[in-house]
């Protein structure tokens, strides 16, 4: 029987294909970026996937997210999302963490265990937490910047944090960074303005679950999100991933 991964074996090679195995890739937060992120991974072979969301599926999450579906709903994302992966590839090795990552439980995880991060998470606190721990073990990580309210899907760009422009979330992390003493962060970001949010009732927001899943008090303004711009965020946070594991840009310089 042919192997699943034989298309992406003719790109990378087979000792590429062997390192994607053997090698263990963390993404924290599987909503609409990290989700995508997700699926392009274990599609790309990787061996290990450590999953980092405390957060359940709720019906705001469809429009938008690989692992929301009708029947998956209240299910954890983590849950949702490991069945997922062991029907695309059964090999794969899920290490589920069901939490929201942040600087009071970060010690629960031992990022020396990683090879590669994907940082998918909104909470800023969160991203900076991420970026330092791995800066000081020494481990490659690819963080997301806004993708809330945006409606072009080819404005992304992959650049070091302190390259960035326009995105608010990206400006708030090049300062906080340098406070840090984070020289160099990997991310990608839109370099479109975002459009503007529009305000909904509280009696909308728990229809839709949104109070629940963005912890926002009534009547606050809503990030909007769409099917077609975080997908994307997700699909280059992965590539980034697996070329920056396999040494491809190393490769293509030679």
Request: aromatic share 8%; proline share 4%.
């Amino acid at each position: 029987m042919p192997d699943q991964f034989a298309r992406t074996e003719i790109i990378f090679g087979s000792k590429a294909m062997e390192k994607l195995y053997k090698s263990r890739v963390a993404v924290f937060g599987i909503g609409g970026v990290g989700g995508y992120a997700v699926e392009a991974l274990v599609r790309s072979g990787i061996g290990t996937l450590d999953l980092i969301d405390g957060d359940k599926i709720c019906l705001s999450n469809i429009n938008r997210q690989i692992f929301a579906t009708h029947k998956t709903l209240s299910q954890f994302k983590a849950d949702a999302a490991e069945a997922r992966i062991k029907e695309i590839n059964p090999k794969a090795v899920v290490n589920k963490h069901i939490l929201f990552f942040g600087p009071e439980n970060a010690d629960l995880l031992d990022f020396k265990d990683f090879d590669y991060i994907i940082d998918a998470i909104d909470a800023v606190e969160g991203k900076i937490e991420i970026a330092v721990r791995a800066d000081k073990v020494g481990v490659p990580v690819v963080s997301a910047m806004g993708a809330g309210n945006k409606t072009d899907p080819t404005a992304f760009q992959v650049s070091d944090i302190y390259d960035t422009t326009v995105c608010p979330l990206a400006r708030i992390m090049r300062r906080e960074l340098k406070k840090c003493g984070v020289k160099s962060l990997k991310v990608v970001y839109s370099t479109e303005r975002p459009v503007r949010a529009s305000e909904i009732s509280s009696e909308t927001l728990e229809e839709c679950g949104a109070v629940r899943e963005t912890g926002l008090p009534p009547r606050r303004l809503v990030t909007g999100s769409n099917a077609f711009v975080p997908s994307v965020m997700g699909l280059i946070l992965a590539g980034e991933a697996i070329k920056g594991l396999v040494g491809f840009y190393a490769q293509n310089k030679a």
